[in-house]
């Protein structure tokens, strides 16, 4: 099997999409759940100003990403993953948060080859830079440009949030096993491609 350079996105895809709502059902005072979520802005969900919800990302952000859980399944996938492909990880968490996020890694134990804070939602100089083969997100515009970009498979981890329609390449997994079946059907026709 030839090792694959296999790109995530950190926030809602390796971490568990509910990380934040605790945090902010308690500073804001709402009763939401993931459900209540059908956007990616939180500002108009919370009724919040862009200026007042990065006052509070740049409150909170440190203590969320250090105790946030990872996604259901994801670590054992990694792991295995780890053994056989390159695992680098690009989110778009500011750069300030560097330390926190390898910490959190370590800390967890989980397998990484790179990890870059690029610091802003387009990733796509930074999936160029890595040559990334397969992506993982749970952004429905990001992964939609890195589809269409690359010509690469997005594995879209299912959320409220991320429903509206997507291309072909474009793989919408309700959560990390699913995921992990179709990476494990696409590596095996890769193989055969190659024979």
Not at 54 to 75: H, K, L, R, V
Not at 84 to 105: G, M, P, S
Request: no cysteine; proline share 4%; charged share 30%.
């Amino acid at each position: 099997m030839k090792k694959k350079r296999m790109g995530f996105d950190i926030d809602g895809t390796v971490t568990d999409p509910n990380t934040f709502i605790p945090y902010l059902n308690k500073h804001f005072k709402k009763n939401l759940t993931l459900d209540h979520l059908i956007e990616y802005d939180l500002t108009s969900i919370l009724g919040i100003t862009e200026e007042q919800f990065w006052e509070w990302m740049g409150q909170f952000e440190g203590t969320i990403y250090s105790e946030a859980p990872i996604a259901m399944n994801a670590e054992q996938t990694l792991h295995e993953w780890s053994k056989h492909h390159d695992l680098v990880y690009i989110t778009a968490r500011r750069k300030h948060l560097t330390d926190i996020t390898h910490q959190w890694f370590t800390e967890k134990q989980l397998p990484f080859d790179h990890i870059e804070l690029v610091g802003k939602h387009d990733k796509l100089d930074a999936i160029k830079e890595h040559e990334v083969d397969i992506f993982f997100e749970d952004k429905h515009d990001n992964a939609v440009a890195i589809a269409e970009e690359f010509q690469i498979p997005v594995i879209l981890l299912d959320t409220p949030y991320n429903r509206l329609p997507a291309p072909e390449l474009v793989i919408r997994a309700t959560n990390w096993l699913e995921a992990k079946a179709w990476v494990e059907r696409w590596l095996a026709e890769q193989a055969l491609q190659r024979q």
